[in-house]
């Protein structure tokens, strides 16, 4: 009854205290394109678009509620999130369901989830409160611990196998491990490493992900088979030209030659109906979402926080250059989404509640003591 009492302005200002209005705005216009790209993907189930609709607003609440919550509380939950996501990872090796071939989804009570979706986000807390803890005296073994506290669930996600939640949640631990002070010649020296190490990696692959990146290298080899992908999506994006096609009037799409264009594939979608100005819009979009995340970063008050928000501004990044990349032909086809625009709650709600996090670190930096 009290709340009913305020005044509204009152209520606005505390539905509004640690919601960064710049964030918020880059995020919703982003959205928006989205449930137009959407619309038309999903002409004949239009019910998608509501149940988006509804994911967003899910979304949305669960970024406010992460926004009021100060980083020095995050860090208390830092290893416990990590702990129980590896848990709950190990827990998907041995009793997990296999939908199409792959064992990645767990049974909690009466729901379904997919662990690996949690790393994303304990994992970089695991390591930010590490580095944080060591920050006066790092030394390459802090180094090694961090790279250890990486390649376990990496290795247990790579397993399922996942290979686009094992790319982001790889790049999300080594954004943290290189933001603490990783070194340049330490950077160059495993990078060498990993390249020698290519061919015996290529060993382990499974059958179909070796397919992956030979069609990666020529899509005509197999035009209706694992080249499909790649070749129908390329043919969508070179087809919108400098305008676009106009909304609603993808070919493509309309004629079902793009698979998963809801999902996966939603930027073949617009950019047939776009066109390469809206190609452009969306990458300004993306790129001053990264950056203000980045800004955030930079004034941070703790290396905790500091190491978070570059990271996750950083997935953001990889979240859209991977995808854009898969539907452009330059990357394999992996199941990574486009960031606010591809169909889907977990994902979302993973973005989302990054942005909180990014939100937080912005709101309570001056009132955390250095």
Known sequence: MELARLPLRRIGLRLAEGIDSTLLVLMLALSMLGLLALFSASYEQPARVVSQVMNLAVAIGAMWLVAQVAPQTMMRFAVPAYVIGLAFLIGVALFGDVVNGARRWLHVGVTRFQPSEMMKLALPLMLAWYFHKHETALKLRNFAVGALLLIVPLALIARQPDLGTAALVGAAGFYVIFFAGLSWRVLGTLTGIGLAALPIVWG??????????????????????????????????????LWGKGWLNGTQAHLEFIPERHTDFIFAVFSEEFGLIGNVVLLVLYALLVGRGLVIAANAATVFARLLAGTISLMFFTYAFVNMGMVSGILPVVGVPLPFLSYGGTALLTLFIGA???????????LVQT
């Open 356 to 366: 909180g996090i990014l939100m937080s670190i912005h709101h309570y930096r001056k």
């Open 204 to 241: 382990f692959l499974h059958d179909y992900q070796r397919k992956r990146v030979l069609t990666l290298l020529d899509p005509t080899t197999d035009p209706l088979g694992a080249g499909y992908h790649i070749i129908q999506s390329t043919i969508a994006v070179g087809s919108g030209g």
